[in-house]
Structure formats: structure tokens, C-alpha cells
């Protein structure tokens, strides 16, 4: 069963920026699809982000375009994300999971704090 790890996040100002890392342990396939989602107290769990394992594919939730990217690195197992012009309201756990259907065991997440 593939799990996934999360790292990158922590304390940033408003309108800095954070690359987030999401490896992947097991089996990753190019017709797999993988996404960031984020958490805020009291919130149910959003999709921010996704990405195909192969080709250009891409989603973003409307609040995170032309701030934030999505890519990935195969051979790494890794999909990233790059959060530029950090807004508070992007303050939450960050987690990633499969894009379509998040049925991997969810990880501990990392926490963005965006704050002055």
C-alpha cells in the first residue's frame, strides 16, 4: 500500500515562499494522479493541487492559481509543491494523497504558517 511523506512546511511572512515535498513509499504509476490537499481546524480536508504522473496535467483550486505550482519528479517518487506570494489564508496542514480518489493512508501532514 503506497504511503505518503510530507516535508518542507513552517513559518513564512506574507508574500514569501515554501516548496513542499511529498514522497511517495511503493508502487507510483504514470496513469496515478496525485494532489495536495490542506487542513485548517474545525475544516473539512480540500483538494489545493494535483498532478498525472505523466504528461502535463495539472488542477488547481481557483484561491491557489498563479501562486502555486505543482510538478514531480518520477524517478523520486516525489511530487512537489512551490507556494509563492504566501497568503494568511493558506495557513493549514498541508497533506498529499492520490488527486482522484484520496484512499492512502494519510500522513502526518506539514504545517504552513503564514503570518507577519
Known amino acids: 500500500q503506497v504511503q505518503f511523506v510530507e516535508s518542507g512546511g513552517g513559518p513564512v511572512q506574507p508574500g514569501g515562499s515554501l516548496r513542499l515535498s511529498c514522497v511517495a513509499s511503493g508502487s507510483i504509476f504514470s496513469t496515478d494522479t496525485v494532489g495536495w490537499y490542506r487542513q485548517t481546524p474545525g475544516t473539512l480536508r480540500t483538494l489545493v493541487a494535483r498532478i498525472l504522473m505523466s504528461g502535463d496535467s495539472t488542477y488547481y483550486t481557483d484561491s491557489v492559481k498563479g501562486r502555486f505550482t505543482i510538478s514531480r519528479d518520477n524517478a523520486k517518487k516525489t511530487v512537489y509543491l512551490q507556494m509563492n506570494s504566501l497568503k494568511p489564508e493558506d495557513t493549514a496542514v498541508y497533506y498529499c494523497?492520490?488527486?482522484?480518489?484520496?484512499?492512502?493512508?494519510w500522513g502526518q501532514g506539514t504545517q504552513v504558517t503564514v503570518s507577519s
Open positions: 494523497n492520490y488527486g482522484m480518489s484520496p484512499n492512502a493512508p
